[in-house]
């Protein structure tokens, strides 16, 4: 009953003024071809990954899915096709930059060197980074890598995170690049790694996946902070607009209860700061 009311709540908040006469590069594009185009992550479970029935699936696809509502009816569309395309984190901006994708639904860090090549929504989660390792190894943060193999994706926000925190904490691990998520799972299974660093709830979807979750520890602690946000191409404002609006609609209407509880577990049980996060991009629609 109260998903039926937070989902009647929500078509009301984006029932304001129709903005079909509204243009911009994105919507012009959108319009036009009656298509929008998602890119996804295949292996960043549980906000973007490839589900069992080979479709999109998680949070993040989740909100894409409802901006993906909004701007049918707001462009006056008939019908929306919605594409989805994989994207890693070494093409994503590309892959967006060169229009391949209009909107990024994975699990991007807003950051302001990031700005300089792209645009974000509001905050959409809060992370931070941590280490996945193998329970044998002994590893229960970055305090412990000394001399371990550890993974990481280069040029992510991970990865120059750990850069600091290492040379904080004068340790000195062998660093193994790695090119997605799930490589990074393979190498702790395969023995190549002793340790995996990643987004904390990254790597915890990823347990969830591997072939002995009990064979692998995560750590408690965390090296980083990582906001994340819907990644789009700059200054195109009114499709910025669009999204935000949505996105602030969901929080407000109750939405995103249904949404979070799906991938996350109980709202009940969510912490002040993802509450905060909610109530702060609330922002009135007039």
């Known amino acids: 009953m109260k998903y039926a009311l937070a989902t009647s709540l929500l078509l009301l908040a984006l029932a304001g003024p129709v903005m079909a006469q509204e243009s911009g590069p994105t919507l012009d594009k959108i319009k036009k071809k009656a298509t929008v185009a998602f890119g996804y992550r295949e292996a960043a479970r549980p906000f973007s990954f490839r589900g069992e029935d080979s479709q999109p699936a998680g949070?993040?696809?989740?909100l894409c899915r409802q901006i993906a509502i909004v701007l049918k009816s707001a462009l006056g569309l008939g019908d929306l096709k919605v594409t989805w395309v994989p994207v890693t984190p070494s093409d994503r901006i590309g892959k967006l930059q060169r229009g391949a994708i209009d909107l990024e639904c994975g699990s991007s860090t807003i950051t302001f060197e990031r700005l300089q090549q792209v645009a974000f929504s509001n905050m959409t989660f809060v992370d931070g980074g941590s280490v996945l390792a193998t329970a044998s190894s002994g590893i229960r943060g970055v305090k412990d890598l000394n001399g371990k193999r550890v993974g990481?994706?280069?040029?992510?926000?991970?990865d120059k995170a750990l850069g600091v925190a290492l040379a904080t904490l004068s340790v000195k691990p062998e660093i193994v690049h790695v090119n997605e998520t799930r490589e990074g799972l393979q190498g702790l299974e395969a023995g190549q790694l002793d340790a995996y660093a990643s987004d904390h709830l990254l790597l915890a979807g990823l347990i969830a996946t591997a072939k002995d979750p009990a064979a692998l520890k995560l750590s408690d602690n965390y090296f980083s902070y990582e906001p994340y946000g819907l990644m789009m191409?700059?200054?195109?404002?009114?499709?910025q607009v669009h999204v935000n609006r949505t996105l602030s609609a969901v929080y407000r209407s109750g939405k995103i209860v249904e949404i979070?509880?799906?991938w996350f577990g109980s709202f009940n049980d969510v912490s002040p700061l993802i509450?905060?996060?909610?109530?702060?991009?609330s922002w009135p629609d007039s």
């Not at 990481?152 to 991970?158: K, R």
């Not at 509450?275 to 991009?281: C, D, G, I």
């Open 59 to 62: 949070y993040s696809v989740d």
């Open 152 to 158: 990481v994706i280069p040029n992510t926000t991970t």
């Open 233 to 239: 191409r700059r200054a195109d404002y009114t499709f």
């Open 260 to 262: 979070y509880e799906r």
């Open 275 to 281: 509450r905060s996060l909610y109530l702060l991009n």
